[in-house]
């Protein structure tokens, strides 16, 4: 009879994220824009747009090249911004920022917020928009607590 050496911890370690977010330009403090790194190959951006006071931070552009798409990067990317460092400094926790979609969303960004959402990591506003979850990102939490 084989002994199976793998072990199950009652509390799983949260998963690590893949995604890398490197700053590349920045045009004041308003607009920010990101690479994005996986396996520390470029694999797109993502822009944000700050507003000139603390408010809904606009995320303008998430693109991922093609070899990259449909394996869950886009939503890791998303759960990455949250630890971004902010244009003037600061704690995010205390900024007065927050972080959401325009209302003109593609298809595909359209299908991640809704996975977004569903995980609990966003919420969609009533203007249709979506809002960033902030308190409780779903990569800190334990896998069986996401689903």
Known sequence: MSENRNTISDTPSPKENPVQL??????????IRYDIQIAGQR???????????PGKVI????????????????????????SLPLPNGGDLASSGYSFGSS?????????VWESLAKDGAATIQDDGSYMLNLSQPPEMQPESEQK
């Open 22 to 31: 490197k700053e590349r330009e920045r045009w004041g403090n308003n607009i």
């Open 43 to 53: 694999a797109g951006h993502l822009a944000l747009l700050y507003p000139r006071k």
């Open 59 to 82: 995320i303008d552009a998430v693109v991922l090249a093609d070899d990259f798409r449909g394996q869950g990067y886009a939503k890791d990317t998303y759960k990455q911004i949250p």
């Open 103 to 111: 209302g003109m969303l593609s298809k595909s960004a359209q299908h």
